[in-house]
């Protein structure tokens, strides 16, 4: 699904004189809260930063006086804002004065064009969600024209973060109707069992990672709400049998942990209208040493089927600190002395 396409359209203009003109525009395909703010507050930063222009707000309709360059220059502005409006919702205003501090502003509405094919979404206060490395952008690509994602790679290559930008921006675009992120319950060498409160508070802290994620690209009234009614849902891999996930981005993370038997199960909830991306790091599998990771076997086995696509990342494509890269050549240097 197509996400509308938002245009500042002039209707009219009047000349008042030599210099002067009155121009009416109308902000189109967007919610005039999201680009105005509510109470006209984002208009009133828009009237500082083009302080020799009166700016008269009706709806989506702007009426504007002044110098015809400097309303060329506030049209800009504005349709570099929409744009922004259309990717992230609401403005954030630090976003704002940042675009609109600029000299000439039709100079960052070309910026922001040249760098917006890496942008997955605009996260909270206007964080820059893209895909930083190679493989993270083949993700990215892959997933426009695959149903199901495998991404492999090892810790801190973007997989996961990747994947959930992914499955927000969807649903943002209203592409799908909720997210499901979830994971194998698998005790990577601590008990759980030990761990004070019910089961959704003994498995939380497990899952934090996929909240982490969420707290960077929705705010946090929003995320609470999605993830009251269930829009989002984060829950452990065995809460998905017997269930049939549609209209839904469907994110399985350190599947490495999944048994073949599990695996299966889950893929086999796929509904017509879905999309699935499986994660893992298959040097990283806590399952008992007799038991076979389900990852491993897929990859062997599913490879080659149209709709499904496997993308590879690896120390190259890490982006925390610099020395995790050295601590995953050290770990595989050694695991191949080993083998």
């Not at 930063?49 to 009426?63: E, P, T, Y």
């Not at 991404?151 to 499955?167: F, H, S």
């Not at 939380?204 to 690209?217: H, K, S, V």
Request: net charge neutral; hydrophobic share 40%.
């Amino acid at each position: 699904m197509l996400s509308k396409v938002i245009k500042v359209i002039p209707v009219y203009t009047i000349l008042i004189s030599q210099d002067l003109i009155q121009k009416e525009i109308i902000i189109e395909g967007a919610e005039p809260s999201n680009v105005l703010g509510v109470n006209n507050k984002n208009l009133k930063i828009l009237q500082h930063h083009f302080s020799k222009l009166k700016i008269v707000s009706r709806g989506n309709n702007l009426f504007v006086n002044g110098e015809i360059r400097e309303i060329e220059r506030f049209e800009n502005g504005l349709a570099t804002l929409c744009k922004l409006s259309q990717k992230q919702g609401v403005l954030d205003i630090n976003m704002m004065e940042s675009i609109l501090g600029k000299i000439d502003v039709s100079d960052i509405s070309e910026e922001l064009k040249t760098k917006d094919e890496d942008v997955i979404l605009y996260g909270n206060g206007g964080k820059v969600i893209r895909a930083k490395t190679p493989n993270q952008k083949n993700m990215v690509e892959l997933m426009s024209y695959n149903d199901i994602l495998f991404a492999i790679g090892p810790a801190g290559t973007g997989k996961t973060y990747t994947a959930v930008a992914l499955a927000v921006r969807a649903l943002k675009n209203k592409e799908i109707k909720r997210i499901i992120l979830a994971r194998p319950a698998v005790e990577a060498g601590e008990n759980l069992g030990f761990l004070p409160g019910d089961l959704k508070e003994k498995i939380d802290p497990y899952l934090r990672p996929l909240y982490d994620a969420l707290d960077d690209m929705i705010p946090p009234e929003k995320l609470k709400f999605y993830i009251e009614n269930r829009v989002i849902e984060i829950a452990p891999m065995a809460f998905m049998r017997g269930r049939t996930l549609d209209n839904a981005y469907v994110i399985l993370d350190e599947a490495q942990n999944a048994t073949d038997l599990q695996l299966k199960m889950f893929l086999t909830r796929m509904g017509p209208n879905a999309k699935f991306i499986v994660t893992g790091d298959l040097s990283q599998i806590d399952l008992p040493k007799k038991t076979q990771s389900g990852l491993l076997k897929a990859v062997n086995i599913l490879d080659g089927i149209m709709g499904i696509h496997f993308a590879y990342l690896t120390f190259e494509d890490v982006v925390r600190h610099r020395l995790v890269k050295d601590i995953i050549k050290a770990y595989d240097k050694e695991q191949k002395n080993n083998d």
